[in-house]
């Protein structure tokens, strides 16, 4: 079974960083621009049933270029990343997030804060992530460069998409 899963996010958040760490496990200090969209593909096993996750790494959002909503076409889940020492990028995420929900519904998708290795630096507070957490924002705290924490995320949106649930929001959002 194979299901297709974007990141979204703006430029330099670590959406690439963060596949190739999942994927094959290595992490590279060179910053790799994405043009368009990078397609990887690396096979889990969820509740003893092995699942193909097809990774659209989608390039980043700037005030030049945009969600391109024909890539989320057919996307079981996606995962929003924003970089714990930029708290503009956690406000792009969750823009995204509405245009993604308008674009595909309510398919299950992770909140990703990468950059967890840079703490000293860390300029979101644990409070906007706890009230994201209460409207039943699945979040996870991430080093792309360490490792911390991106297996589990990519795991648990991968239970997600097999089990079919739903991540909904509460209302309001």
């Not at 996307?75 to 969750?94: H, K």
């Not at 924002?137 to 997600?160: I, P």
């Amino acid at each position: 079974m194979q299901k297709k899963i974007c990141l979204l996010g703006t430029f330099s958040v670590g959406k690439t960083s963060l596949t190739e760490r999942f994927v094959r496990s290595v992490f590279s200090e060179r910053y790799q621009t994405t043009v368009g969209v990078r397609i990887h593909k690396r096979a889990v096993a969820v509740a003893n049933q092995m699942l193909d996750l097809i990774i659209w790494d989608l390039a980043g959002e700037d005030e030049f270029v945009s969600l391109r909503v024909s890539y989320l076409r057919g996307a079981s889940g996606y995962i929003l990343v924003a970089d714990g020492t930029r708290p503009e990028t956690l406000d792009n995420a969750i823009d995204l997030q509405h245009r993604a929900q308008d674009a595909l519904g309510d398919v299950p998708f992770i909140l990703i804060v990468n950059k967890a290795d840079r703490s000293a630096d860390w300029a979101i507070g644990e409070d906007v992530l706890s009230e994201l957490e209460r409207k039943k924002w699945l979040l996870y705290r991430t080093s792309a460069k360490t490792g911390q924490g991106v297996e589990d995320a990519f795991t648990r949106l991968a239970g997600e998409v097999l089990s079919g649930q739903v991540v909904q929001l509460a209302s309001g959002d």
